[in-house]
């Protein structure tokens, strides 16, 4: 009597065990991210103190923004066909029934929330966007494409990087770079595990999503499509350091946007502030650009960054319905108390 007593607490306390240690390490991953994000603000802090003119500041920011009209095209026109390329991944994931002009409006909302709050909330913006546009898509699927993009944009972030470690003969950062991929991958097959094995439904079923959205040649298009946006957005890079008088190959300015991009899962600022100086300018100094040069090529090219950003989302903003722009609000208030 006393055993199944026993047995039927016990499966009563299994919902409540399995919330409690998600909540603990959703709670521990998530104060991980912030605690380095703020070792690197640090760092930032410090290269602003040591390196920092305003002076020189706008001096470089004329150089690029008004003394090179060539370039400053050619920078713009890729950075935005690199979010167009993302769109065109994300329709082609989600099916031809959603409109690409829906698709891009969340993504370009998504990049401009990410550039007014401190923690990287667009991905929500995204889905809401979505889901209020295309009726016929679930806010589940719509969730979920979302999901598995951002993992194809890390795979390829992480891919860039790795290989720019290798060609470049960064051999230790590589093998350090690696082993803590490899770590990630097992934590990352652990979650699954988990997951398969107390809600093999819930697996079951984005899996089948996953493979009706991937079938026939439509793997090899979203990859495709991914890859040459990431390509393209090393151009901002490349352009900055050409202006400036000091030109990076566009093969390693790729891998200079790779590495930093990369880094801004650890964001805890608006836009990245902190961080994206900081990853940028110590992959550059790896290819002995003096700190100070490195310095001053991260905050220009982020400021490109955050003005295409602003634009684009006042916009999308203005051309908005004021119903929209209170459920953006809203949506943004139940995440920040998530946060």
Not at 102 to 112: D, P
Not at 225 to 244: D, R
Request: proline residues 3%; charged residues 15%.
């Amino acid at each position: 009597m006393n055993i199944e007593v026993f047995s039927i607490e016990s499966d009563c306390d299994v919902p409540k065990r399995q919330n409690g240690q998600k909540n603990m390490n959703r709670t521990f991953v998530k104060w991980g991210i912030r605690l380095t994000g703020l070792l690197i603000a640090g760092t930032f802090i410090f290269l602003s103190y040591r390196y920092f003119h305003l002076g020189e500041f706008l001096a470089n920011t004329q150089k690029f923004f008004f003394e090179n009209p060539l370039i400053l095209l050619v920078v713009t026109f890729s950075y935005l066909f690199s979010f167009l390329l993302r769109a065109e991944a994300w329709r082609l994931y989600l099916g031809k029934s959603v409109r690409f002009s829906s698709c891009l409006q969340g993504v370009f909302l998504s990049l401009f929330i990410n550039h007014i709050s401190p923690f990287k909330v667009g991905d929500a913006v995204r889905v809401g966007i979505l889901s209020w546009r295309e009726k016929n898509i679930k806010p589940e699927i719509s969730a979920h494409s979302v999901v598995v993009l951002r993992i194809f944009d890390m795979v390829f972030l992480v891919l860039f990087s790795l290989i720019g470690l290798l060609a470049f003969s960064k051999t230790f950062i590589f093998r350090f770079s690696l082993g803590f991929l490899l770590l990630l991958s097992l934590l990352g097959l652990i979650l699954i595990f988990i997951l398969y094995k107390y809600r093999p439904s819930f697996v079951s079923k984005h899996i089948i999503f996953f493979k009706e959205a991937l079938s026939g040649r439509n793997l090899v298009t979203i990859v495709t499509l991914i890859a040459l946006s990431w390509a393209l957005e090393g151009a901002v890079v490349w352009g900055v350091t050409k202006s400036l008088g000091q030109g990076l190959p566009l093969y390693k300015a790729i891998w200079v946007n790779s590495l930093t991009v990369g880094g801004q899962v650890f964001q805890i600022t608006p836009g990245g502030i902190s961080t994206y100086e900081s990853v940028m300018t110590a992959a550059l100094t790896s290819f002995h650009y003096p700190v100070k040069d490195g310095y001053m090529v991260a905050l220009v090219s982020h400021s490109f960054k955050f003005i295409f950003s602003y634009i684009v989302g006042f916009v999308l903003l203005i051309r908005s319905p004021i119903t929209r722009i209170k459920q953006i609000k809203t949506l943004l208030l139940k995440r920040g108390k998530q946060e």
